[in-house]
Protein backbone atom coordinates (compact mmCIF):
# COMPACT_ATOMS: atom_id res chain seq x y z
CA UNK A 1 0.00 0.00 0.00
CA UNK A 2 0.75 3.73 -0.79
CA UNK A 3 1.66 5.93 2.10
CA UNK A 4 2.94 9.36 1.75
CA UNK A 5 3.67 11.17 4.84
CA UNK A 6 3.97 14.79 5.07
CA UNK A 7 5.91 17.00 7.82
CA UNK A 8 7.53 20.45 8.40
CA UNK A 9 4.87 22.39 8.09
CA UNK A 10 4.62 25.51 10.74
CA UNK A 11 4.11 29.33 10.49
CA UNK A 12 6.67 31.53 9.26
CA UNK A 13 7.01 35.44 8.07
CA UNK A 14 6.85 36.91 4.63
CA UNK A 15 10.41 36.70 2.90
CA UNK A 16 11.37 33.64 4.91
CA UNK A 17 11.60 29.77 4.02
CA UNK A 18 10.28 26.39 5.34
CA UNK A 19 11.76 22.50 4.09
CA UNK A 20 9.04 20.24 3.73
CA UNK A 21 9.57 16.80 3.68
CA UNK A 22 7.62 13.72 2.33
CA UNK A 23 8.50 10.06 3.73
CA UNK A 24 7.21 7.35 1.16
CA UNK A 25 6.37 3.69 1.19
CA UNK A 26 4.67 1.04 -0.59
CA UNK A 27 6.34 1.46 -4.37
CA UNK A 28 9.62 1.66 -5.87
CA UNK A 29 10.74 4.89 -4.54
CA UNK A 30 14.10 5.48 -6.95
CA UNK A 31 12.40 5.33 -10.36
CA UNK A 32 8.93 7.39 -9.43
CA UNK A 33 8.12 10.84 -10.15
CA UNK A 34 6.80 12.68 -6.92
CA UNK A 35 5.10 16.02 -6.85
CA UNK A 36 3.24 18.85 -4.51
CA UNK A 37 0.20 20.43 -4.71
CA UNK A 38 -1.23 22.93 -2.82
CA UNK A 39 -4.69 24.06 -1.53
CA UNK A 40 -4.96 28.12 -0.46
CA UNK A 41 -7.82 28.40 2.41
CA UNK A 42 -10.89 28.84 0.43
CA UNK A 43 -9.59 27.74 -2.85
CA UNK A 44 -8.94 24.99 -5.29
CA UNK A 45 -5.97 22.92 -5.59
CA UNK A 46 -3.15 24.13 -7.55
CA UNK A 47 -0.22 21.92 -9.17
CA UNK A 48 3.49 23.19 -7.32
CA UNK A 49 5.67 20.95 -8.94
CA UNK A 50 7.48 17.61 -9.52
CA UNK A 51 10.69 15.31 -9.82
CA UNK A 52 11.33 12.71 -12.10
CA UNK A 53 12.60 9.15 -11.01
CA UNK A 54 16.31 8.41 -11.47
CA UNK A 55 15.96 6.94 -14.93
CA UNK A 56 14.33 9.88 -15.96
CA UNK A 57 17.24 12.26 -14.67
CA UNK A 58 15.70 13.62 -11.19
CA UNK A 59 14.81 16.46 -13.44
CA UNK A 60 11.93 19.27 -12.33
CA UNK A 61 8.90 21.53 -13.18
CA UNK A 62 7.24 24.09 -11.45
CA UNK A 63 4.19 26.01 -11.79
CA UNK A 64 5.33 29.71 -12.75
CA UNK A 65 4.04 30.84 -9.39
CA UNK A 66 6.84 29.25 -7.30
CA UNK A 67 9.39 28.92 -10.37
CA UNK A 68 12.73 30.62 -9.01
CA UNK A 69 11.62 30.48 -5.19
CA UNK A 70 10.55 26.65 -4.72
CA UNK A 71 12.77 23.55 -5.23
CA UNK A 72 11.94 20.20 -5.19
CA UNK A 73 14.64 17.29 -4.74
CA UNK A 74 14.87 13.79 -3.46
CA UNK A 75 16.94 11.36 -1.60
CA UNK A 76 16.41 7.78 -2.78
CA UNK A 77 18.53 6.44 0.12
CA UNK A 78 15.92 7.24 2.64
CA UNK A 79 13.12 7.08 0.12
CA UNK A 80 11.83 11.02 0.32
CA UNK A 81 11.05 13.91 -1.41
CA UNK A 82 11.45 17.89 -0.29
CA UNK A 83 10.08 20.86 -0.76
CA UNK A 84 12.61 23.84 -0.30
CA UNK A 85 10.73 27.26 -0.22
CA UNK A 86 12.12 29.81 -0.29
CA UNK A 87 11.03 33.95 -0.55
CA UNK A 88 7.56 33.14 1.11
CA UNK A 89 4.72 35.17 0.18
CA UNK A 90 1.38 35.66 2.05
CA UNK A 91 -0.09 33.60 -0.98
CA UNK A 92 1.84 30.83 -0.13
CA UNK A 93 -0.13 29.91 2.55
CA UNK A 94 -1.85 26.30 2.04
CA UNK A 95 -1.77 23.05 2.69
CA UNK A 96 0.74 21.34 0.70
CA UNK A 97 0.33 17.86 -0.49
CA UNK A 98 3.21 15.18 -1.87
CA UNK A 99 2.27 13.05 -4.60
CA UNK A 100 2.91 9.76 -6.39
CA UNK A 101 2.84 9.75 -10.10
CA UNK A 102 2.02 6.86 -11.86
CA UNK A 103 -1.04 7.21 -14.98
CA UNK A 104 -1.18 11.17 -13.83
CA UNK A 105 -1.14 11.88 -10.20
CA UNK A 106 -1.96 8.09 -8.34
CA UNK A 107 -1.37 8.85 -4.39
CA UNK A 108 -1.23 11.71 -2.28
CA UNK A 109 -0.81 12.58 1.45
CA UNK A 110 -2.72 14.24 4.04
CA UNK A 111 -1.08 17.34 3.63
CA UNK A 112 1.04 19.92 6.05
CA UNK A 113 -0.21 23.40 6.77
CA UNK A 114 1.83 26.28 5.79
CA UNK A 115 0.85 29.97 6.89
CA UNK A 116 2.99 32.58 5.82
CA UNK A 117 1.96 35.88 8.27
CA UNK A 118 4.08 38.39 9.73
CA UNK B 1 -7.32 28.81 -10.17
CA UNK B 2 -8.89 25.72 -11.05
CA UNK B 3 -9.32 25.11 -14.83
CA UNK B 4 -11.46 22.46 -15.23
CA UNK B 5 -15.02 23.23 -14.06
CA UNK B 6 -17.34 21.10 -12.26
CA UNK B 7 -20.99 21.49 -10.46
CA UNK B 8 -20.59 22.78 -6.84
CA UNK B 9 -23.03 19.57 -5.93
CA UNK B 10 -24.65 16.89 -7.20
CA UNK B 11 -27.22 14.32 -5.39
CA UNK B 12 -29.53 11.54 -5.75
CA UNK B 13 -31.67 9.12 -3.17
CA UNK B 14 -29.77 5.59 -2.84
CA UNK B 15 -29.32 3.23 -5.22
CA UNK B 16 -29.69 6.06 -8.09
CA UNK B 17 -27.18 6.90 -10.35
CA UNK B 18 -25.69 10.53 -10.03
CA UNK B 19 -23.23 11.83 -12.83
CA UNK B 20 -20.56 14.70 -12.64
CA UNK B 21 -19.36 16.57 -15.42
CA UNK B 22 -15.93 18.05 -15.79
CA UNK B 23 -15.14 20.82 -18.27
CA UNK B 24 -11.64 21.62 -20.16
CA UNK B 25 -10.36 22.72 -22.94
CA UNK B 26 -8.49 22.01 -26.13
CA UNK B 27 -4.80 22.42 -24.05
CA UNK B 28 -6.09 19.64 -21.36
CA UNK B 29 -8.66 17.44 -21.37
CA UNK B 30 -8.65 17.57 -25.21
CA UNK B 31 -5.76 16.61 -25.34
CA UNK B 32 -5.00 14.40 -22.08
CA UNK B 33 -6.36 11.35 -20.22
CA UNK B 34 -8.27 12.29 -17.26
CA UNK B 35 -8.19 10.73 -13.40
CA UNK B 36 -11.19 10.75 -10.82
CA UNK B 37 -10.63 11.19 -6.97
CA UNK B 38 -12.71 10.78 -3.93
CA UNK B 39 -12.06 13.15 -1.39
CA UNK B 40 -13.12 12.70 2.43
CA UNK B 41 -12.95 15.25 4.92
CA UNK B 42 -9.60 14.72 6.97
CA UNK B 43 -8.17 11.75 4.83
CA UNK B 44 -6.12 12.35 1.86
CA UNK B 45 -7.69 12.19 -1.70
CA UNK B 46 -8.53 8.25 -3.26
CA UNK B 47 -7.71 7.62 -7.01
CA UNK B 48 -11.27 6.11 -8.24
CA UNK B 49 -10.42 6.41 -11.90
CA UNK B 50 -7.68 6.65 -13.75
CA UNK B 51 -7.14 7.06 -17.85
CA UNK B 52 -10.62 8.57 -18.65
CA UNK B 53 -12.42 4.77 -17.60
CA UNK B 54 -10.12 2.57 -15.82
CA UNK B 55 -10.27 1.09 -12.32
CA UNK B 56 -7.71 0.85 -9.92
CA UNK B 57 -7.55 -2.53 -7.89
CA UNK B 58 -10.27 -1.98 -5.16
CA UNK B 59 -12.54 0.32 -6.58
CA UNK B 60 -15.99 -0.89 -7.02
CA UNK B 61 -17.14 -0.99 -11.02
CA UNK B 62 -20.11 1.06 -9.52
CA UNK B 63 -18.13 4.11 -10.50
CA UNK B 64 -17.03 5.02 -13.94
CA UNK B 65 -15.64 7.12 -15.98
CA UNK B 66 -15.93 8.64 -19.69
CA UNK B 67 -14.34 11.41 -21.83
CA UNK B 68 -15.88 13.19 -25.07
CA UNK B 69 -13.76 16.18 -26.57
CA UNK B 70 -13.22 18.52 -24.26
CA UNK B 71 -15.20 17.30 -21.50
CA UNK B 72 -15.04 14.05 -18.97
CA UNK B 73 -17.48 12.12 -16.57
CA UNK B 74 -17.68 10.23 -13.74
CA UNK B 75 -20.87 8.08 -13.04
CA UNK B 76 -21.13 6.91 -9.59
CA UNK B 77 -24.24 3.50 -9.91
CA UNK B 78 -26.32 2.54 -7.23
CA UNK B 79 -25.35 5.33 -4.95
CA UNK B 80 -25.00 4.54 -1.53
CA UNK B 81 -24.67 6.70 2.03
CA UNK B 82 -21.19 5.53 1.99
CA UNK B 83 -20.19 7.40 -1.62
CA UNK B 84 -21.15 11.19 0.01
CA UNK B 85 -17.69 12.73 -0.71
CA UNK B 86 -15.89 15.14 -2.51
CA UNK B 87 -15.02 14.30 -6.07
CA UNK B 88 -12.78 16.26 -8.34
CA UNK B 89 -11.19 15.72 -11.94
CA UNK B 90 -7.19 15.91 -12.57
CA UNK B 91 -5.48 15.99 -16.23
CA UNK B 92 -2.12 17.48 -17.79
CA UNK B 93 -2.30 21.46 -19.52
CA UNK B 94 0.14 21.38 -22.12
CA UNK B 95 -0.49 25.28 -22.86
CA UNK B 96 0.25 25.83 -18.91
CA UNK B 97 2.96 22.64 -18.44
CA UNK B 98 1.39 21.58 -15.20
CA UNK B 99 -1.52 19.55 -14.03
CA UNK B 100 -4.68 21.26 -13.85
CA UNK B 101 -7.73 20.28 -11.54
CA UNK B 102 -11.76 20.25 -11.14
CA UNK B 103 -13.57 22.62 -8.70
CA UNK B 104 -14.97 19.63 -6.92
CA UNK B 105 -18.20 18.48 -6.59
CA UNK B 106 -20.14 17.53 -2.97
CA UNK B 107 -22.27 14.59 -3.59
CA UNK B 108 -24.80 13.78 -1.36
CA UNK B 109 -27.02 11.12 -0.79
CA UNK B 110 -30.57 11.98 0.15
Known amino acids: EVQLVESGGGLVKPGGSLRLSCAAS????????MGWVRQAPGKGLEWVGR??????????EYAAPVKGRFTISRDDSKNTVHLQMDSLKIEDTAVYYC?????????WGQGTLVTVSS | QSVLTQPPSASATPGQRVTISCSGSSSNIGRNIVNWYQWRPGTAPKLLIYSNDQWPSGVPDRFSGSKSGTSASLAISGLQSEDEADYFCVTWDDSLNGYVFGTGTKVTAL
Open chain 1, 99 to 107: TFEKVLIDS
Open chain 1, 51 to 60: IRGKMDGETT
Open chain 1, 26 to 33: GFTFISAW
